[in-house]
């Protein structure tokens, strides 16, 4: 029952087109995914087909230990795919836990009370480095970067290996690195070729062969709700 977290510092990689993508695909395939939207965005839950507007209970409560993970937990239109919900509030999230006990610990806590019941858990991450963040990479077995195949990618992820390392020695020593997808890929241009063979070289057998390339459908199935999978 692994939970992973799907994360990058650098915005607009690839981070919720992954984590939608993933659950949609695990769940066709037989497996139960409880999808996590951790970003106030709220990309994930709307991408899923769910309006995060119109949303009593979402993730903010259960940060905040108003309500059982339970309660917030949403059942979607998508074979085998449970979501707790992002909402807009969960941007204040981020100062209202500064002050409260235990305050990574938050999201670890709360969903160790359902993680036996799901096969897969994947965490959508906003691109920052905040405690909502902090609080998805306490929570998790391993990390999936998605890198944008482009030129400040590597700097990303630079970032993303500091900030691993100081969650390994603060607050989750069994953290892993899941494997690192190479995003929006585009054969016709050098740069997407030579910045795939630098992550490669740095991340070696860590980079997945498979490489999502960039094409329009996938960035059109989310203003419908749905995965690329029902899209297309
Ligand atoms: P943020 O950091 O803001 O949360 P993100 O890392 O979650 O962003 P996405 O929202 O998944 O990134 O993708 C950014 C944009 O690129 C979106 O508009 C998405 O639809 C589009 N996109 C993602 N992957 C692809 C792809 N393979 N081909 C074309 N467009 C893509
Ligand atoms: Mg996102």
Redesign the pocket.
């Known amino acids: 029952m692994p939970t992973i977290v799907v994360s990058?510092q650098?915005?607009?990689?690839?981070?919720?087109?992954?984590?939608i993508n993933l659950a949609a695909e695990l769940g066709r395939c037989g497996y139960s995914v409880l999808a996590v939207d951790m970003?106030p965005?709220a990309?994930c839950t709307s991408g899923l087909g769910v309006n995060a507007s119109n949303l009593s209970k979402s993730l903010y409560n259960v940060l905040l230990g108003d309500i059982p993970i339970r309660e917030a937990i949403l059942s979607t239109a998508w074979e085998g795919i449970s979501l707790l919900p992002s909402s807009l509030d969960l941007a204040g999230a981020e100062i209202e836990l500064v002050a409260a006990i235990s305050r990574e610990n938050r999201l670890k806590r709360s969903v160790d009370a359902v993680r036996d019941q799901y096969d897969f858990i994947l965490i959508?991450?906003?691109?920052s480095l905040g405690l909502l963040t902090l609080n998805a990479l306490t929570a998790a077995d391993t990390v999936l970067m998605?890198i944008q195949c482009e030129f400040y990618a590597l700097e990303g992820l630079a970032q993303l290996m500091n900030t691993m390392t100081l969650v390994q020695t603060n607050l989750n020593p069994a953290l892993e690195v899941e494997g690192v997808l190479l995003?929006?890929?585009d054969s016709r241009t050098n740069l997407s070729v030579q910045v795939a063979e630098e992550v490669r070289t740095h991340f070696g057998s860590k980079v997945y062969r498979t490489v999502?390339?960039?094409?329009?459908r996938?960035?059109?199935?989310?203003s419908y709700g749905q995965p690329v999978i029902a899209y297309d």
């Open positions: 990058n650098k915005g607009g990689v690839g981070k919720t087109t992954t984590c970003d965005q990309n959508d991450c906003p691109p998605p995003t929006m890929f999502i390339p960039r094409t329009v996938l960035s059109e199935a989310p």
